[in-house]
T-cell receptor, first 114, second 117 residues
Framework: AQSVTQPDIHITVSEGASLELRCNYSYGATPYLFWYVQSPGQGLQLLLKYFSGDTLVQGIKGFEAEFKRSQSSFNLRKPSVHWSDAAEYFCAVGAEYRDDKIIFGKGTRLHILP | NAGVTQTPKFRVLKTGQSMTLLCAQDMNHEYMYWYRQDPGMGLRLIHYSVGEGTTAKGEVPDGYNVSRLKKQNFLLGLESAAPSQTSVYFC????????????????FGPGTRLTVL
């Protein structure tokens, strides 16, 4: 069965600094990968997704993620964070074609220092 | 478009009480999901539905029941609430998958915070 791991429970960065959130998945074939963001008190919103093709995908709010098959990773990056990026970020994976559901990681909470 | 709405936003129950959480979506989505979110556990799937009149168990279905009598509504029931069911509950909906899009974006509601005393 597929699984997804987010090694960092909390990450703190200064406003204006670069950001990288880690995500590792476990699946033999090419997975379907997602990053969602949850602002405080809100539901989740899709940032970006990877199905195939270019391994560097662009998302909303200036985020990007890179799929690395050799490392089973799909890390999320942003060159310069803003205070409004403080939120919880979830990586998710869908593995079986049309499995009807995706599996979420446990999340990484991002804190921004002024 | 309201998107995905959830009723109620907050609720406090006593152990053994029952309640129903309502999820409604106005995007004509076929698929709907109920998740629970607990600190350090991420989102865990309780039940889901791939169409009107159909439901299926997710990762943590025990203690919950669901119904999808209308395409736009997905109800989550707790027949006899337990303190372990204290959580934030999220509903989500998505389009049916296709050859071109085997997985689609899930649209989430704002959540229901449930406390069971």
């Amino acid at each position: 069965a597929q699984s997804v791991t987010q090694p960092d429970i909390h990450i703190t960065v200064s406003e204006g600094a670069s950001l990288e959130l880690r995500c590792n998945y476990s699946y033999g074939a090419t997975p379907y990968l997602f990053w969602y963001v949850q602002s405080p008190g809100q539901g989740l919103q899709l940032l970006l997704k990877y199905f195939s093709g270019d391994t560097l995908v662009q998302g909303i709010k200036g985020f990007e993620a890179e799929f690395k098959r050799s490392q089973s990773s799909f890390n999320l990056r942003k060159p310069s964070v803003h205070w409004s990026d403080a939120a919880e970020y979830f990586c998710a994976v869908g593995a079986e074609y049309r499995d009807d559901k995706i599996i979420f990681g446990k999340g990484t909470r991002l804190h921004i220092l002024p | 478009n309201a998107g995905v709405t959830q009723t109620p936003k907050f609720r406090v129950l006593k152990t053994g009480q029952s309640m129903t959480l309502l999820c409604a979506q106005d995007m004509n989505h076929e698929y709907m999901y109920w998740y629970r979110q607990d600190p350090g556990m991420g989102l865990r799937l309780i039940h889901y539905s791939v169409g009107e009149g159909t439901t299926a168990k997710g990762e943590v279905p025990d203690g919950y029941n669901v119904s999808r009598l209308k395409k736009q509504n997905f109800l989550l029931g707790l027949e006899s609430a337990a303190p372990s069911q204290t959580s934030v509950y999220f509903c989500a909906s998505t389009l049916s998958p296709s050859l071109a899009a085997p997985y689609n974006e899930q649209f989430f509601g704002p959540g229901t915070r449930l406390t069971v005393l």
